[in-house]
C-alpha cells in the first residue's frame, strides 16, 4: 500500500473543506491534502442553489477579505444577483447570489487544481485512526497528517427517507462514512441526531411560467470578490420565479400525515424550526394555507429547477400530487424526488475557538458535522479550522474573530459555548453589534485579521489599501465645513441651515447619504471605487447610533473580554459541582463566555469576577 | 455587575420588602465607624456595644421617625466581614422606605445593588460559594437565569407586571427580527403589522408601570395631612382633636425655630404626619410671611389637605388666586354658633361652588400646571433626575389619558363642624379610604425601581420617535436594544435565544 505524508489533511471536499484547504495552503511551506469521495462534486450544492442571503452575505465578504474562496466562486457562477432587505436599512442588507451548482463544483475544482502545495485525493476514507499521526485509511493507501480536519457533512451515519423508503447514505446520491464510525466512537456526539430535507427537483420545461411572479437578477448588485469589477457578471442571469402554495396543496399534506416520516415516527432527528418542510407547515400551522415557494433555476444548462418552500420526505406519489396543485406546477415532471436525511453531529461545546477538538489535539471539526446548516456557515468554519491548524504548524498565534466584529465570530463562540438541539443557522439576530457588523464594512472588520496571518498577498495588498484610503476620507469628513451659500449646494439644490460639516451633511435625515458623498466627491474632482465611497458614507451616518449602542451596551457586559483560567475554577471548592461540570465541557476561555453558559449561576459569576479578573 | 470593586457604604432592607410585616430588617454596611450616624439616632453611637442589642429612636430633625432595635456588628465578625448596623425597624413597607431614604439622602451611602451585600461576604472571604448559591439573590445576569433571579428578587403581581413587560417586549424584538431575518417568509406586510401591534402593546406595559411611579405627586412614603386656615379657624383645636384618639409613638414636638408643628398619628396601619400650619391672612411681618409661605408648600405635596374655614372670621381675599379645589376636606367650623348657616351661605356665594376638577385626580393640581415632572425635590432619585439622562415628562402622551381613566376619583367632602364636641373619626376615615385607594392602584414605592422604570419609559418615547422618523430597521433595532438593556436593568437580562424562540413559537418560518 501506497503512503503519503501531509501537514494537514482534510476529509471530506464540500463547502467546508474546500476553505479549509484553500486557507491553509497559502501558507506555501506546509503540505496540504484533501480526501473527498469519487464520483461526489467538490463544493457542489445538495441543496438550494445559492449562496449568501441575510446574515450569510455579510459571511461570505467576511471570508474574501480574509482571503477565501467561497466569493470568487459565487461571482464566476452566479446566474441571479439580488439585494436582499433593500428597503430595510444598510446594515441587514445582503448580497445573494443563485449559483449554477455545476459550474460551481467545476470552477472549485479547478481553482484547488491550480494549487501546488495541496493534492486532491478522489478516495473513500474506510478507515482513521491516530498514532503518532494521524492515519487515514483509505482503499488504496494510508496517508498520514499532523493535522486532521473533518468536514463530513451529513456523511456520519446518514440515512434518507423518502416515505416508507430508508437508505444508508449522506445524500441521494452518495453513500455514508458510516464505516469510518469505529473511529468517532471516541469521539463525543450528541445524543439526538439532526435532520435536514430538501425538496423534489422539477423540470424547468415542465414548469409554466405564465402563471408564476418573476424575479429578474439585478445588474446593480455588486459582487463578493474585491477584484472582480463591481457589477461584473461571468454567466448570462436568469430570473427566480414566486408562486404559492394553497388549500388543495396542504390537504393532501395533511392527509397523508401517517406516511410522513417526519411524523410517523420513522424520523427521529431534530430538524431547523427556521427550516420547516412543507409537513412542519402544514401540521403545524393548521390554519395557513399559502407559503411562498420560490421556483429557482440550478443552472444554465441544468435541465431542473429548485422549488425553494416545499422541502418534504412525503412518498414519490404523494409529492408529486401536492406540487401539481401549486399555480404554474401542473403538468411538471419530477427529476429528483425530495427526501430527509438523518445524521449524527459533533458536540461542538467540545471544541475550542479554533474549531480544534479539546480532547484530541491536532483533530478539527468544520461544517455541517458541527450541527450547523448553510454552505456559508460550513465555509466559514472550514477556513477556521484550516487557517489555525496552520498557524499551530507555522508557529503564530491562533486567529480567534471576536463576535463584537464579525458573523464568524458570533457563530463559532455560539457553536462552542452551547450544545445545539436544532441545527444552527447564523441570524443577524444573533449579533450584538449589528450595525457595525454589515457587508459593506466587512474589510474594515477583516483587515487586522487577515494582515495578522502574515502572508502579505494580493488580498493584504487590497485590504491595506482600501483601508488607508478609508481612513483619510473618513477623518476628512468631520474638518470640512461648508458655508449654505456654497458652490456645491447650489450645484445639487440642497438647502442647510447653517454652515455645515460634510459628516453631518451625510447624516441628515432627508438626504441619501451614499448619493450625496458621491455627488461631493465629483464635485471636488476625487475619483474612489463606489463600494468605498459607500462605506465612508454608511460608517459616518452610523456613527453615533453605534457609539450609543455601544455605551449602552459596554455598561452590561464591561467585563466580557477579560481571559479566564477555566483550570483554576475547576479546582476551586467555591463552585459547585454542577457548574464545574459546565465549565469542564465548555472550557470558557473568557468572561463574556462564561456567562452565556446554559445553567451557570450568577453566584459563579461573581466570584469568578472577584477572584479571577 | 458595576459594584464589583465599589467600596461604598450601602444600604438596603434585607428581610424582604414586598409584604409589610411587624418587623423588618435594614443593613447599612461598609463604613469605617458608626458615629458617622450619631445623628440618626437618639442614642449617642459610642455607647453602642458590638452584639448587642439596643433599644432607640431613629430621628430627623429632632423628631421621632420611628423606634428600632439597634445591633452593631463589627467587622471582620458580621456577615459580610465589613462593619454591618442592623436597624430593627417596624415592617410597614412605606416606613422602611421612608427610613432608607432618609439614610440615602442624608449620609454618604447608596442604595446596594441585588445581591451586594452577599457579593461582599464572598469578596471577604466570609462564604463559600454553595452558601452563596443557597441564597439565591444575585447580580442580574445575562445567563439564561438572569430573568427568573431578578424575578425572584420581587414577588406577587410586580413580578407579574415584570414578566408582563418582558414578554411584551420580547414579542416587539421578535417582531423586528422577523421583518430583518424573515422577511421572506412571512412577507412585509404581515411584518408591519406584528411590529405595530407589539409596539402598541409594549407601550402599554411599560406606560402602566410608569404611572405607577409618578403617584409620587403626593408623597407616600411619608403622607401627611395637613390642616390649613386663617387664624383662629379652630386648626389648633382640630390637630389636637385627631391627636386625642391617638396612638401615636411620641409626644408633640413643638417647632421652636418653625412656624408649623407635626405630630405622628397612626390611622389603619399606617402611620401619617400630621402638620399644623401658620394661619393664613396678609401680613407685613417678614418672619409670618416666610411661615404662610411654607404653609403654601407643605400643601403641594400633602397627602391629605384641610381647609378649616371659621365662616365668621373668614376673609376670602386672602385665598384669592388659590384654589380651593385642591382640598380634599373643607370643613366649617363654629356650626354652634347662631347665624352660622347665613354665614357659611355667604361665604360659599363669594366663592362660587367649589368641585373637584372633571377628570383629574389628587393630581389635578399637578396636571393643570403644565408638564408633569417627578418630583425633583425628594430622594435619590430626583437626584439623578437633575444630573441624569432623565429629562422631565412632557405633559402630553399616554400618561394624561391614563390617568383620566384611572382608578383614582376625586372627592371633597365639606362639613360642618363643632370641633369642640364633634367626633372626628369620620375625618380619619376619609383619609384612610383615600389612602386606600391610592394603594390599591399598587404603586411601586422602591426607588431602585422607580429609577429604572423611569428610564425605561423615557427611552420608550425617544424609541417611538425614532420608529417614527427612521425607516433604517437597524436603527430601530439598535435603539431596541437599548431599551433592552434598561428593561435587563429592571429584570434581568433577554437573550437572543429567547427571542428566536419566540419567532419560532409564533410564526411560520422557512422557505
Known amino acids: 500500500m501506497d503512503s503519503k505524508h501531509f501537514d494537514i489533511l482534510v476529509i471530506g471536499g464540500g463547502h467546508a473543506g474546500v476553505e479549509a484547504v484553500y486557507i491553509a495552503s497559502q501558507f506555501k511551506n506546509l503540505s496540504i491534502g484533501l480526501v473527498t469521495m469519487p464520483g461526489v462534486g467538490i463544493a457542489s450544492a445538495p441543496c438550494n442553489p445559492s449562496i449568501g442571503g441575510v446574515g450569510k452575505g455579510q459571511v461570505v465578504r467576511e471570508l474574501d477579505a480574509l482571503g477565501a474562496l467561497t466569493g470568487i466562486l459565487a461571482d464566476k457562477s452566479g446566474i441571479q444577483f439580488r439585494t436582499l432587505n433593500e428597503s430595510k436599512g444598510y446594515a441587514v442588507q445582503s448580497t445573494r447570489v443563485q449559483i449554477d451548482k455545476d459550474l460551481y463544483s467545476k470552477n472549485a475544482t479547478e ?63 452518495a453513500e455514508s462514512s458510516s464505516s469510518i464510525s469505529r473511529f468517532f466512537n471516541e469521539i463525543k456526539t450528541i445524543s439526538a441526531k439532526f435532520k435536514t430535507g430538501t425538496p423534489a427537483r422539477i423540470y424547468a420545461d415542465t414548469v409554466d411560467y405564465s402563471l408564476l411572479e418573476e424575479q429578474p437578477s439585478d445588474d446593480l448588485v455588486p459582487t463578493f470578490h474585491f477584484r472582480h469589477e463591481e457589477n461584473q457578471r461571468f454567466l448570462p442571469q436568469k430570473s427566480c420565479y414566486l408562486t404559492r402554495t394553497n388549500e388543495k396543496t396542504l390537504e393532501i399534506i395533511r392527509e397523508n400525515k401517517e406516511r410522513s416520516p417526519m411524523f410517523n415516527g420513522q424520523i427521529k432527528g431534530v430538524g431547523a424550526r427556521y427550516c420547516p418542510s412543507i409537513e412542519d407547515k402544514a401540521y403545524r400551522y393548521p390554519d395557513k394555507n399559502i407559503h411562498h415557494v420560490f421556483v429557482e433555476p440550478e443552472g444554465l444548462d441544468v435541465p431542473t429547477v429548485y422549488p425553494s418552500g416545499v422541502s418534504s420526505s412525503l412518498p414519490e406519489e404523494v409529492q408529486d400530487a401536492f406540487l401539481r396543485t401549486i399555480d404554474g406546477l401542473k403538468d411538471i415532471k419530477v427529476q429528483q424526488y425530495g427526501y430527509a436525511v438523518e445524521y449524527d453531529v459533533i458536540d461542538t461545546t467540545h471544541l475550542n475557538y479554533a474549531l480544534e477538538h479539546q480532547e484530541h489535539v491536532g483533530l478539527y471539526f468544520a461544517g455541517q458535522v458541527n450541527g450547523t446548516s448553510g454552505y456559508e456557515e460550513a465555509a466559514a468554519q472550514g477556513y477556521i479550522a484550516g487557517v489555525n491548524a496552520a498557524l499551530v504548524l507555522t508557529k503564530q498565534e491562533p486567529l480567534v474573530l471576536s463576535r463584537k466584529d464579525s458573523y464568524i465570530g458570533v457563530m463559532i463562540e455560539d457553536l462552542i459555548s452551547n450544545t445545539r438541539d436544532e441545527p444552527y443557522r447564523l441570524f443577524t439576530a444573533r449579533s450584538e453589534n449589528r450595525l457595525f457588523i454589515r457587508e459593506d464594512n466587512s474589510v474594515l472588520r477583516m483587515h487586522k485579521y487577515r494582515k495578522s496571518l502574515g502572508l502579505n498577498s494580493l488580498t493584504d495588498q487590497y485590504n491595506d489599501r482600501y483601508l488607508s484610503y478609508f481612513q483619510l476620507i473618513f477623518n476628512k469628513l468631520d474638518t470640512v465645513f461648508l458655508g449654505p451659500e456654497d458652490g456645491f449646494f447650489k450645484k445639487y439644490d440642497i438647502n442647510v441651515p447653517r454652515r455645515t460639516n460634510i459628516s453631518e451633511l451625510l447624516r441628515m435625515s432627508q438626504l441619501d447619504p451614499i448619493e450625496t458623498l458621491k455627488k461631493y466627491l465629483d464635485y471636488i474632482g476625487i475619483d474612489l471605487p463606489s463600494s468605498l465611497i459607500r462605506t465612508i458614507a454608511i460608517s459616518t451616518k452610523y456613527a453615533g447610533y453605534i457609539q450609543r449602542a455601544d455605551q449602552s451596551y459596554n455598561k452590561v457586559s464591561k467585563l466580557d ?10 479546582d476551586s471548592a467555591n463552585i459547585s459541582f454542577e457548574c464545574k461540570q459546565r465549565i469542564e465541557k465548555i472550557k470558557p476561555q473568557t468572561f463574556g463566555q462564561l456567562k452565556i453558559i446554559e445553567g451557570i449561576r450568577p453566584a459563579t459569576l461573581a466570584f469568578v469576577a472577584s477572584n479571577s479578573l | 455587575m458595576n459594584f464589583l470593586h465599589s467600596d461604598d457604604v450601602i444600604i438596603a432592607c434585607s428581610s424582604g420588602s414586598n409584604v409589610n410585616t411587624a418587623v423588618s430588617l435594614i443593613r447599612i454596611s461598609g463604613f469605617e465607624d458608626p458615629s458617622v450616624f450619631d445623628s440618626f439616632f437618639s442614642m449617642s453611637m459610642k455607647s453602642l456595644k458590638p452584639r ?190 385627631l391627636l386625642n384618639n391617638k396612638r401615636a409613638i411620641t409626644s408633640a414636638i413643638a417647632g421652636t425655630t418653625r412656624d408649623y408643628l407635626t405630630e405622628k398619628i397612626k390611622i389603619g396601619d399606617t402611620y401619617f404626619t400630621l402638620v399644623d400650619t401658620a394661619g393664613i391672612r396678609k401680613t407685613q411681618d417678614e418672619i409670618e410671611e ?152 399598587n404603586p411601586i414605592i422602591m426607588d431602585r425601581q422607580k429609577f429604572e422604570i423611569s428610564n425605561t419609559y423615557n427611552q420608550l418615547q425617544q424609541y417611538t420617535d425614532i420608529t417614527k422618523n427612521q425607516e433604517d430597521i437597524s436603527i430601530i433595532g439598535s435603539e431596541l436594544n437599548i431599551l433592552g438593556d434598561c428593561i435587563s436593568r429592571l429584570i434581568g437580562i433577554t437573550s437572543t435565544d429567547d427571542v428566536l424562540q419566540n419567532i419560532f413559537k409564533n410564526f411560520c418560518i422557512g422557505k
Do not use: C, W
Request: charged residues 25%; without cysteine; proline residues 4%.
Open chain 2, 290 to 441: 416666610e411661615g404662610i409661605r411654607i404653609s403654601f408648600e407643605k400643601l403641594q405635596t400633602a397627602f391629605y389637605k384641610i381647609l378649616l374655614i371659621n365662616p365668621f372670621e373668614f376673609n376670602v381675599e386672602e385665598f384669592e388666586g388659590f384654589d380651593l379645589s385642591v382640598f380634599d376636606s373643607i370643613l366649617f367650623t363654629h356650626n354652634d354658633l347662631e347665624g352660622f348657616t347665613k354665614a357659611k351661605d355667604a361665604i360659599l356665594e363669594k366663592i362660587g361652588p367649589i368641585e373637584p376638577i372633571q377628570n383629574s385626580g389628587p393630581m389635578g393640581a399637578d396636571l393643570k400646571s403644565g408638564p408633569i415632572e417627578p418630583n425633583q425635590s425628594s430622594g435619590p432619585m430626583g437626584a439623578d433626575l437633575k444630573s441624569g439622562p432623565i429629562e422631565p415628562i412632557q405633559n402630553s402622551g399616554p400618561m394624561g389619558a391614563d390617568l383620566k381613566s384611572g382608578p383614582i376619583e376625586p372627592i371633597i367632602s365639606i362639613r360642618n363642624y363643632n370641633l369642640l364636641s364633634d367626633e372626628v373619626g369620620d375625618l380619619k376615615e376619609l383619609v384612610q379610604s383615600k389612602y386606600n385607594i391610592f394603594i390599591s392602584s
Open chain 2, 52 to 241: 448587642y442589642a439596643h433599644y432607640t429612636n431613629i430621628v430627623k430633625d429632632n423628631e421621632v421617625i420611628d423606634s428600632i432595635v439597634l445591633t452593631y456588628f463589627k467587622g471582620p465578625n458580621s456577615y459580610n466581614g465589613e462593619n454591618i448596623l442592623e436597624l430593627g425597624v417596624h415592617g410597614n413597607l412605606l416606613n422602611i422606605e421612608r427610613i432608607i431614604k432618609y439614610f440615602v439622602e442624608k449620609a454618604a451611602l447608596r442604595y446596594a445593588d441585588p445581591g451586594e451585600f452577599t457579593y461582599r461576604a464572598l469578596r471577604n472571604n466570609k462564604m463559600t460559594l454553595s452558601q452563596v448559591e443557597g441564597l439565591d439573590l444575585f447580580l442580574n445576569t445575562t445567563s439564561n437565569y438572569g430573568l427568573k433571579q431578578g424575578l425572584s428578587l420581587l414577588g406577587g403581581q410586580l413580578q407579574h407586571d415584570y414578566s408582563d413587560l418582558f414578554q411584551h417586549f420580547l414579542n416587539h424584538k421578535s417582531a423586528v427580527e422577523l421583518s430583518i431575518d424573515f422577511l421572506d417568509d412571512v412577507g412585509e406586510e404581515e411584518a408591519n403589522i406584528q411590529f405595530n401591534k407589539t409596539l402598541k402593546e409594549l407601550n402599554k406595559s411599560i406606560t402602566t408601570l410608569y404611572n405607577r411611579i409618578i403617584i409620587d405627586g403626593v408623597d407616600l412614603v411619608n403622607p401627611e395631612i395637613v390642616i390649613v386656615g386663617q387664624p383662629n379657624s379652630g386648626k389648633s383645636t382640630l390637630f389636637n382633636r
Open chain 1, 561 to 570: 473580554d477579560q481571559k479566564i483560567n477555566y483550570e483554576k475554577l475547576l
Open chain 1, 111 to 173: 481553482e484547488l487544481l491550480k494549487i501546488d502545495n495541496l493534492e486532491i485525493i478522489f478516495e473513500k476514507v474506510s478507515d482513521i485512526n491516530k498514532g503518532s499521526f494521524y492515519n487515514v485509511i483509505t482503499d488504496n493507501a494510508v496517508y498520514t497528517s499532523s493535522k486532521l480536519i473533518i468536514t463530513v457533512g451529513t456523511f456520519l451515519n446518514g440515512k434518507l427517507h423518502t416515505g416508507e423508503k430508508q437508505v444508508e447514505g449522506g445524500r441521494v446520491d
